[in-house]
């Protein structure tokens, strides 16, 4: 089935630097969606994207849709520590029917205060 | 706002129990979905309603079945639990078929 490969795996961090991740498909994406997930309970929406090239901020959260719309990347300016968490990116192809989210893996955020 | 409400929140069965996992959303969502997230493989997607009265298999449906029982309920059953089905278990939902999914805080359940 479809993959996503979400990069790096885990960040450790200062509080104060700034993060990248990214995911990368072989499949084209019409939608690409990044969570946030805390320990014990359910992703959480941050930003969604619905046109390639689209560039779109959420506070200190940007993400971009890649304009091959293979990939997208997520930016956090500034770290906190409640940016600690799991970061998932999601691609849906849009499709009438048959269109599903596929998740990558996630990024394992931690930021040292 | 309660969201998506997914009840009970932790369970413990025996192999070979039944068990229905539900799910209720307020934001009158035309699609609801059902995941499993294991360590290491993020979410799988169980099964999928894109609109009320429609419900259909999604990459990991071997061993579940699922009845959306009206525009706000979808429910998740396990006939028969086997060890390989303990997991986290998220239900989601969204406005219409390809806008982004809301998601409610998982079941965890385990099986002995």
């Known amino acids: 089935g479809q993959q996503l490969n979400q990069s790096p795996q885990s960040m450790f961090i200062q509080e104060g630097e700034d993060v990248s991740m990214n995911c990368t498909s072989s499949s084209i994406f019409n939608t690409w969606l990044w969570y946030k997930q805390d320990p014990g309970e359910g992703p959480v929406l941050l930003i969604a994207?619905?046109?390639?090239?689209e560039l779109t901020s959420n506070g200190r959260l940007t993400a971009q849709f890649g304009i091959t719309r293979k990939d997208s990347f997520l930016n956090i300016s500034a770290s906190i520590p409640s940016d600690v968490g799991i970061y998932f990116c999601?691609?849906?192809?849009?499709?009438?029917?048959?269109?599903?989210?596929?998740f990558g893996e996630g990024t394992q955020l931690t930021v040292n205060p | 706002n309660a969201g998506v409400t997914q009840t009970p929140k932790f369970q413990v069965l025996k192999t070979g129990q039944s068990m229905t996992l539900q799910c209720a959303q307020d934001m009158n969502h035309n699609s609801m979905y059902w995941y499993r997230q294991d360590p290491g493989m993020g979410l799988r997607l169980i099964y999928y309603s894109a609109s009320e009265g429609t419900t259909d298999k999604g990459e990991v449906p071997n061993g579940y079945n699922v009845s959306r029982l009206n525009k706000r309920e979808f429910s998740l059953r396990l006939e028969s639990a086997a060890p390989s089905q303990t997991s986290v278990y998220f239900c989601?939902?969204?406005?219409?078929?390809?806008?982004?999914?809301?998601f409610g805080d998982g079941t965890r359940l385990s099986i002995l």
């Open positions: 994207l619905y046109k390639a090239g």
């Open positions: 999601a691609g849906q192809k849009g499709e009438t029917s048959g269109s599903r989210l596929t």
């Open positions: 989601a939902s969204s406005e219409a078929f390809d806008l982004a999914q809301h």
